[in-house]
């Protein structure tokens, strides 16, 4: 088997070093990536904070019924959020 032009291992990616070339040769560094959080992502971020040990306590008390067996569910509730759904 003849394996020909071995010396192209190098140049697996030329954008890459042209690019890296460009950047060296003009002196500015590379842009930061940069992350904006919405008002709103804040607002549910402090809501969460906030009724975290409500939530906590109610997770609590579902895990101690579902061990104990003594956990109800109301199928018709369950039927009513599944129809549309299902009608789809």
Not at 71 to 84: D, F, M, Q, T, W
Request: net charge positive.
């Amino acid at each position: 088997m003849k394996i020909n032009e071995t010396n192209r291992i190098g140049a697996a990616n030329p954008y890459l070093k042209h690019n890296e070339a460009r950047v060296a040769s003009t002196g500015k560094a590379r842009p930061k990536d940069e992350v904006q959080i919405s008002a709103a992502a804040k607002e549910m971020l402090s809501n969460s904070q906030t009724h975290g040990a409500e939530r906590a306590k109610q997770l609590e008390q579902l895990k101690q019924s579902v061990a104990s067996g003594t956990y109800h569910v109301e199928a018709g509730k369950i039927a009513e959020k599944l129809l549309p759904y299902l009608k789809e």
